[in-house]
């Protein structure tokens, strides 16, 4: 099967263009046999998995039609979308992976992850997320009401943007040292989160930086499991 991992969609109601480029890949790779492996920030926000839209039923119809041909999607919660669960993702026969994930192609390690963990460097937001992401947080802000759960996650947007300009470009960027230990026990390390989409080398092994999704276009990675040797190379999508 071909494996397809992406990253940073940020879909959301207020850009269609970045929601009809998601409907264009999946027709895509309809008929390829594809594993697809979301990594992170599919949703500029998630309130819940009880949230309902037009535009979100139509994606979920998209999905179940993708699945329904003999792909499968993967997914791993990013900084924007942390509160996604196994509920949404039944209903395309979905799996949740874990916050990082090794998978085995033709011999070769791949370790996954949104990315958000190896930027240590950003100590108020790895603050931020060690309580935002704590299972009595969670489930105390899951009993909330969805307008609350939508002004809340708005606030925590406005926030974000506003602390983001006062950081510098190496304090939201990957450690090297938590690259390093991310990459001990594997091959290939794939993750999103920076925005800044690159193949890194690193004495002998890989750092894929995937990209985050423009008005047009897309850094995404394919993989060809049946390639002798493993090409890997980011390609540009366009839609």
Not at 66 to 78: R, S, T
Not at 118 to 145: A, E, H, S, W
Not at 168 to 185: C, R
Request: hydrophobic letters at 40%; glycine letters at 6%; aromatic letters at 12%.
């Amino acid at each position: 099967m071909t494996h397809l991992f992406i990253s940073d969609l940020h879909l959301s109601p207020d850009h269609p263009r970045l929601v009809r480029g998601f409907f264009a890949l999946l027709k895509e790779y309809q008929s390829k046999q594809t594993q697809l492996y979301i990594l992170g920030d599919w949703f500029n926000a998630w309130i819940g998995d009880d949230y309902t839209a037009p535009w979100l039923d139509e994606l979920v119809a998209a999905l179940q039609q993708f699945n329904a041909a003999g792909n499968q999607i993967y997914f791993q919660v990013g900084n924007r979308d942390f509160a996604l669960g196994q509920k949404f993702l039944d209903q395309f026969n979905g799996i949740l992976l874990p916050d990082d994930y090794v998978l085995n192609i033709n011999q070769h390690k791949f370790r996954l992850e949104h990315g958000d963990a190896l930027c240590t460097d950003d100590v108020g937001y790895q603050r931020f997320k060690k309580v935002i992401r704590n299972p009595l947080v969670l489930g105390f802000l899951r009993k909330m009401p969805l307008s609350f759960r939508t002004k809340l996650a708005n606030g925590f947007r406005k926030k974000s943007y506003a602390a983001q300009q006062f950081k510098s470009y190496e304090v939201m960027d990957v450690n090297q040292q938590a690259v390093t230990q991310a990459l001990a026990d594997v091959d290939i390390l794939i993750h999103g989160h920076t925005h800044r989409a690159a193949i890194h080398e690193l004495q002998g092994k890989k750092r894929i930086v995937l990209g985050d999704w423009k008005e047009d276009s897309a850094q995404i990675l394919v993989v060809d499991p049946k390639q002798q040797d493993l090409i890997l190379k980011l390609s540009t999508f366009n839609y």
